[in-house]
């Protein structure tokens, strides 16, 4: 998306400063969108939104962890003072737990569901109020092939997608009247450092990630730009009848 579509658009991105993140960042500021690059990562988002603008884009980055509320009012703060309230919102921020069911622990389920879960809450309702003042916007929420097609050795992971799942049908439906849209993106297995360590994670515990089952489930790693393409155009006025839906970035890793 190299025009221009976003232009003057206050866009916020959580989990901003890597991977996928990182990407929707520069992608979002290449088509004119203000951006407000949220993470804990301080040295990534800070040099990432330093390079934005030596690039010619607007950027700002505010460090906070979306997991703790009043980090998110702060860092929304700053989207609205320095950019205007958002009306684009990319809740990425996520990670992953890896390891067999039954050595998971209750420290790892609040963890894992703080940080996919209660960030993605968090954030849309530290930014939806400024949305609706300001006439509408869109969501996009990163969930995964996880939240329907399941892993060994992911039971939480794929439960807290499940749930960024059904969060994005029911922010849609509840909103759709007042012109907001909400959808998920859906990435299969990713070429980022957390996506590699992730596969690491389940080569050690015995499961069958090698190159080769991955081309025949989905052809090969999926690029973290592929997923920010993805993102954006559920963003966009492009996407202007698409609400409430999944988008499944895994050349057909759920269809096959």
């Not at 039954?102 to 109020?129: G, H, I, Q």
């Not at 499940?162 to 849209?181: L, Q």
Request: proline share 3%; with cysteine.
């Amino acid at each position: 998306m190299s025009e221009r579509i976003f232009a003057g658009a206050s866009a916020l991105v959580s989990g901003g400063a890597g991977g996928c993140g990182a990407e929707a960042s520069r992608k979002l500021a290449a088509a004119g969108a203000r951006v407000t690059i949220v993470d804990r990562q301080i040295d990534l988002g800070k040099a990432l939104a330093a390079d934005i603008v030596a690039q010619g884009g607007e950027a700002v980055f505010a460090a906070a962890d979306v997991a703790k509320g009043a980090e998110i009012e702060q860092a929304v703060k700053v989207a609205t003072d320095t950019f205007g309230a958002p009306t684009l919102l990319f809740n990425h921020a996520g990670t992953i737990v890896v390891k067999p069911f039954l050595d998971t622990s209750e420290a790892d389920y609040d963890w894992l569901m703080d940080v996919n879960v209660r960030s993605m809450f968090l954030m849309t309702k530290a930014v939806l109020p400024g949305m609706l003042a300001r006439g509408g916007g869109a969501i996009v929420n990163t969930s995964s092939i996880s939240a329907v097609a399941a892993t060994p050795m992911e039971v939480l992971y794929g439960t807290t997608k499940g749930a960024v799942h059904m969060f994005s049908r029911a922010i849609a439906v509840e909103f759709r009247d007042r012109n907001i849209r909400c959808n998920a993106v859906c990435p299969g297995f990713i070429r980022t450092p957390h996506g590699m360590r992730e596969v690491e994670a389940l080569e050690r515990l015995g499961v069958d990630v090698s190159e080769s089952t991955m081309a025949v489930q989905q052809g090969r790693m999926c690029e973290p730009g592929e997923v920010a393409d993805a993102a954006l155009f559920l963003l966009s006025d492009k996407a202007r009848f698409i609400n409430g839906t999944h988008l499944f970035v895994d050349n057909c890793f759920t269809a096959a």
